[in-house]
């Protein structure tokens, strides 16, 4: 089993900036991919940002938050960050990191084997 635990959350000012830490506990050594998905209130939960486990390579981002928003891994800790900036209104929702052992890299969050808890971020006008 993994532990996934998310923090870093808060109120921001359009055209600010939060840094979202993920922090991985338990059998860490399955994990392959580890993402970032975002559910804004009455939306679908969407994909925000994915990164390889083992390297930290790989980042890929969704359209909305490219160019804004970077996924990172600390390779001396089992952390992964997300730090966004130039942050919009359209960028409020519960963050949730998520982790899998497997499957296609991009594949939806239906394949994702471990959630957090996820944190709220809200960005005011």
């Known amino acids: 089993q993994v532990q996934l635990v998310e923090s870093g959350g808060g109120l921001a000012q359009a055209g600010g900036s939060l840094r979202l830490p993920c922090a991985a506990s338990g059998r860490t050594a399955i994990i392959y991919r580890m993402g970032w998905w975002r559910q804004a209130p009455g939306k679908e939960r969407e994909f925000v940002a994915i990164v390889r486990w083992q390297t930290g390579g790989g980042a890929f981002y969704s359209d909305s938050v490219r160019g804004r928003f970077t996924i990172s891994k600390d390779n001396n800790k089992d952390m992964v960050y997300l730090q966004m900036s130039s942050l919009k209104p359209e960028d409020t929702a519960i963050y949730y990191c998520?982790?899998?052992?497997?499957?296609?890299?991009?594949?939806?969050?239906?394949?994702?084997?471990?959630w957090g808890q996820g944190t709220q971020v809200a960005v005011s006008s």
């Open positions: 998520a982790a899998a052992n497997g499957g296609d890299y991009n594949a939806g969050r239906n394949t994702y084997d471990y």
